[in-house]
């Protein structure tokens, strides 16, 4: 039995369930993670979109511990039903090379270029006790086979490789440790257009072979909407608007997930300039009063600077209603 189907009395366990996690640094007058809640079941993909500097990546490596210097969190990170917030540097160790692993966004930058890929795909599984040297090198073969490369990788070293099979390489070494859940942090950011479509699509029939419970981290939404089942929409620390992939994209309901569709490239949109989103983010130095989006909104009233709107699903005063195109 997958890990991440185990039960309690509570229910399934989720191979990830984030509960209003807040994350201060040093020098910053709000969190730069404000009350995020997220769930990822065994085998779901579920995409965390929004601009740079929303918070997607700092939420994604809290599921592995990987908190900047001097960051004090709140709430709780549970990866299969352990707190990851809680742990001690040896549990810590033991999670990230078993159960959760990442793929980062730039491969060549995430691999030694001075070993070989052999070496790079069985080192954690072999330091971690968990096998020998034998039969972590039969996973690999296995894993190298699973993304679509043969067994002579093993002996090649990264300048060998073109970005794309590093990539491949990348989702494996991930896979190693037989995790509940995976964590891509723009996983094809560096790749070519045909290069993005084929990981994307290895993505999705990895998740449906191994149950891999998936968080995907995009500021593309077209990606977000061909892998995801459900998607997070976040904006300066805060998680937006949430709800089923298609649904989402079809009728969003928050004025910035409808602004950040708009402004994605379209075969079938009207001639002209693409629509931009005025104005910038908030200042992580200045504190923050009511809807974080609100100086940026075009639907904005008094209420919405005087007063925090609830979160989920639609975290604002004025949702909007009907279609995109009505939006």
Do not use: W
């Amino acid at each position: 039995m997958n890990p991440a189907e185990h039960t309690n009395p509570e229910g399934p366990v989720r191979a990830l369930d984030v509960r209003g996690l807040r994350l201060r640094l040093p020098g910053t007058a709000r969190p730069v993670l404000d009350g995020v809640d997220l769930t990822v079941g065994p085998g779901e993909t579920v995409a965390l979109v929004g601009e740079s500097g929303s918070g997607k990546t700092l939420t994604s490596r809290s599921a592995l511990g990987l908190l900047p210097p001097g960051a004090t969190a709140e709430g709780s990170v549970l990866v299969d039903g352990e707190d990851v917030l809680t742990m001690g540097p040896d549990r810590l160790r033991a999670l990230r090379t078993g159960r959760a692993a990442m793929i980062f966004q730039d491969p060549r930058a995430a691999i030694n270029p001075l070993r070989r890929i052999g070496d790079f795909l069985t080192e954690g599984v072999r330091l971690g006790g968990r096998t020998g040297a034998a039969d972590a090198e039969r996973r690999a073969v296995e894993l190298l086979d699973a993304v679509g490369l043969g067994p002579e990788l093993l002996r090649r070293y990264p300048g060998q490789l073109s970005g794309g099979m590093l990539q491949r390489v990348m989702i494996a070494a991930a896979l190693m440790g037989d995790p509940v859940l995976l964590l891509a942090d723009e996983p094809t950011t560096a790749l070519d257009v045909t290069s993005q479509a084929e990981v994307i699509a290895l993505l999705g029939r990895l998740r449906e072979r191994f149950g891999t419970g998936l968080l995907f981290v995009t500021h593309d939404l077209g990606l977000a909407a061909a892998i995801s089942d459900r998607v997070h929409v976040m904006y300066a620390g805060r998680i937006v608007e949430s709800g089923p992939a298609a649904e989402l994209f079809e009728r969003p309901r928050h004025p910035y997930t409808a602004a950040l569709l708009a402004a994605t490239p379209r075969l079938d949109a009207r001639p002209g300039r693409l629509a931009a989103i005025d104005g910038q983010p908030p200042d992580l130095r200045q504190e923050l009063t009511g809807c974080a989006f609100a100086d940026r909104c075009r639907y904005a009233t008094d209420l919405c600077r005087e007063q925090t709107p609830a979160p989920h699903p639609v975290a604002c005063h004025h949702p909007l209603r009907g279609s995109l195109a009505d939006a």
